[in-house]
């Protein structure tokens, strides 16, 4: 792979020397990256609130509105599946570039195009940011363990996800105003700088080398074909479970709205901003928790960190719609937050054991589960908030992510017990015998 993000050629050769230089800091190009990724999750943010109200207005019915977010979902699910074969063809690197040029040039097209020609603009704006955003995050999220090390997992997954979240409450809170300022033009010319800012940043990054695509060597020294048949599992498993989350996600995120309704006519749209940003406050404080338990233990969370995460953010966003005083919901949705901080983490995390080729496939498939996941939650949801409540969708969503997140904690702790290594479930030290753990980190 040429010019690829990974580094990983040289850094293992300098490995020792890289650290001791750097300390326990991450390199500056990675957090030159996760700040153009910031900067390019703000621009989605605002893309979604701006976007789906012009596609409202456009096309003047709901049903318009969710055919474009359907497109944009089966374009992120259909790129999940070419994204390792891409990634093996083409440099990390130009995937991310140029999954920023393409939408950007497209909103630009869509602010200067006649009026007659916006919806196609808007169908080839659907396809290109679907199918860009997954290509970007495949790309971004298997590269950590080649930029950063392995050791260091943790805390470039931790800024990531930190990054994320700031750039989710500062988009959405501004949507609304940036919109009424200026109006749409602008508002997808704010978008398409943001896409270009990021384009620019990972055009300058100096990356070289390729990815670490060696095989891996069998953890713990035990019978190679037994133990890849168990973790083959175990990652099946875990992919399946977060399609199970991605499904709870969608009922929340439709129930929200009608909750917030319900619960404040008034002023429907404070609710909602005030329950996004505790919940963005949570993933935030956790993150920071993650950190430090990098620094002084030098272990990552793994699989049981993951599945026990679900369980706790299924839990909590189950409370969330119960009718509790609305100082004990805030409070729940900033526990949500942390759980969910948890779960994209040590996903992660154990994802990203995998060595290069495999970890690029993986991640792509992941990201078509959790597309299809989503997009198929969001259309059952919406079916069923016209004739149930919304406590009512959103317990019986969750309700069974956390009962398999639970079946899953349970059937870990028991095969650590079994195997002998009950004080290693869920975590990762740099000698990679977990159990939990995929060979090859």
Request: glycine share 12%; charged share 15%.
């Amino acid at each position: 792979m040429e010019e690829d993000l990974g580094m990983a050629g040289g850094r293992q050769a300098g490995e020792g020397a890289d650290v001791e230089q750097r300390g326990t800091g991450l390199p500056g190009e990675f957090r030159l990256l996760v700040t153009a990724y910031a900067v390019t999750s703000y621009g989605s943010y605002l893309n979604m609130i701006a976007l789906n109200l012009f596609v409202y207005e456009l096309t003047g019915s709901a049903f318009g509105m969710g055919l474009f977010l359907a497109l944009r979902l089966a374009c992120g699910a259909a790129a999940g599946l070419v994204a390792g074969p891409l990634v093996a063809r083409v440099s990390r690197k130009r995937i991310m570039l140029w999954s920023n040029v393409a939408p950007a040039a497209t909103l630009v097209l869509l602010v200067l195009v006649p009026p007659a020609g916006r919806t196609a603009v808007l169908l080839l704006n659907a396809v290109v940011t679907g199918g860009g955003t997954t290509l970007f995050l495949v790309a971004l999220r298997s590269a950590v363990p080649d930029m950063v090390g392995m050791d260091r997992r943790d805390r470039a997954n931790s800024l990531t996800v930190i990054a994320r979240s700031l750039a989710m409450v500062v988009g959405f809170a501004s949507a609304g105003l940036v919109v009424a300022w200026r109006g749409y033009p602008a508002t997808f010319l704010i978008d398409a700088a943001s896409f270009a800012i990021c384009a620019a940043a990972v055009a300058s990054l100096s990356l070289t080398g390729s990815a670490a695509h060696e095989s891996p060597a069998t953890p713990g020294g035990g019978r190679p074909g037994r133990t890849r048949a168990t973790l083959g599992t175990l990652l099946v498993l875990m992919i399946g479970l977060r399609t199970m989350d991605a499904l709870g996600s969608s009922s929340h995120n439709s129930a929200l709205p009608v909750y917030s309704a319900l619960i404040d006519r008034a002023d429907p749209a404070g609710f909602v901003s005030r329950f996004l940003t505790c919940w963005a406050v949570g993933n935030i404080v956790v993150q920071q928790g993650i950190r430090l338990r990098a620094k002084s233990r030098g272990r990552t969370i793994g699989a049981f960190g993951f599945a026990l995460g679900t369980v706790l953010m299924s839990t909590a966003f189950i409370l969330g719609f119960a009718g509790l005083p609305t100082v004990i919901t805030m409070a729940i949705a900033v526990g949500a937050g942390c759980a969910d901080g948890l779960t994209e983490v040590s996903y992660a995390n154990y994802l990203q054991t995998l060595p290069g080729t495999r970890r690029d496939r993986v991640f792509g498939l992941s990201a078509t589960a959790e597309n299809l996941g989503f997009g198929t939650g969001m259309l059952a949801t919406s079916f069923l908030l016209d004739r149930l409540s919304p406590f009512a969708v959103v317990a019986a969503s969750h309700g069974v992510t956390a009962v398999i997140g639970l079946l899953f904690c349970i059937g870990l702790w028991r095969h650590a017990r079994r195997t002998g290594r009950a004080g290693h479930v869920g975590t990762s030290g740099r000698d990679h015998r977990d159990v939990t753990e995929v060979p090859g980190g």
